[in-house]
């Protein structure tokens, strides 16, 4: 969270594009917080998009650049759908994060880690130190696999800091997600 992922994604379909490539970018059908189809930044950064339902669609996508957002809110299908791709000779960029909140691998991510030519792992400063954080922890209690949410939900950390208590001020419950 707040590492970076969507402004690199976005940087990196815009690169292609203006080097002449078919670009598409695409994020999940269920990711509405920002824009309702639009990749788009924690800072209002926006880039026009397709959403998907289920990553299966993603092979019926022609461009040879496609670039998906928030990769990691699909628990099945997204690695066969990326081979799919790569076999068909497409340049597939994922953004999303590799372990979930209980510090444990996000559905299909570590398969793709493995496949993957070039992995960008971005960090964000820690909460507590402000030294690079690969870890993200939930200020709320909830078991559910997948939460849309943004700041004030999530909080950064390093691997010092992983198991520190939560702050004080954090909310019982996740607030509500904008339709």
């Known amino acids: 969270m707040f590492a970076g992922k969507t402004t690199r994604l976005i940087e990196m379909l815009t690169e292609a594009r203006g080097h002449g490539e078919d670009v598409c970018a695409v994020k999940p059908a269920i990711d509405t917080r920002y824009h309702a189809t639009n990749i788009t930044t924690h800072t209002g950064t926006s880039l026009e998009s397709q959403t998907i339902k289920e990553p299966h ?35 597939v960029i ?20 493995v496949e993957a030519d070039i992995v960008h792992k971005l960090t964000a400063p820690c909460a507590i130190c402000k030294r690079p954080a690969v870890h993200t922890i939930r200020l709320f209690d909830s078991t559910d ?23 004080a001020s954090a909310p019982s419950q996740p607030p509500p997600t904008k339709p």
Do not use: K, W, Y
């Open 94 to 113: 994922l953004a999303g994060l590799d372990r979930t909140s209980m510090n444990e691998p996000f559905h299909e991510m570590g398969l793709l880690l």
């Open 145 to 167: 696999p997948i939460v849309i949410g943004g700041e004030g939900m999530f909080e950064n950390r390093c691997r010092a800091h992983l198991n520190a208590p939560r702050r």
């Open 57 to 91: 669609e993603l092979t019926a996508l022609h461009a040879q650049v496609i670039g998906l957002d928030e990769a990691h809110f699909f628990t099945t299908g997204l690695h066969a759908a990326v081979l799919t791709l790569v076999e068909r000779g497409r340049h």
